[in-house]
């Protein structure tokens, strides 16, 4: 039962990390695009993102490697959440758009 609270800690703890990393990267390209510092911004960000996200995993696994893992499962799924969430929506095509697409069909 312990072990299993443990896992479970570590899949947070991964959800937790990957909202951090991949908020702070799409926060930190907002941001860079429009400062005058742009390599300060990405290479700051970089470093604490990683360090940060190097020393959770760390600190959650705990010397072991199952948790190690689903540290990084948590981590991973996080990261496609993330991409969801600021996805940019895609405009719908128009009428003709779509005429045009089926015309060049075979």
Known sequence: MNEALNLVSALAAGFFLGAVFFGGL???VQRGLTSKRTALWFLGSLLLRTS???AGFYFASGGHL???FMCLIGFFVMRRIVLRITRVPEEEPN????EAK?????
Do not use: H
């Not at 009428?95 to 779509?98: A, D, E, I, R």
């Open 26 to 28: 799409w926060w930190t």
């Open 52 to 54: 940060t996200a190097v």
């Open 66 to 68: 199952e948790r190690l």
């Open 95 to 98: 009428k003709l758009t779509k």
């Open 102 to 106: 089926r015309a060049t069909e075979p």
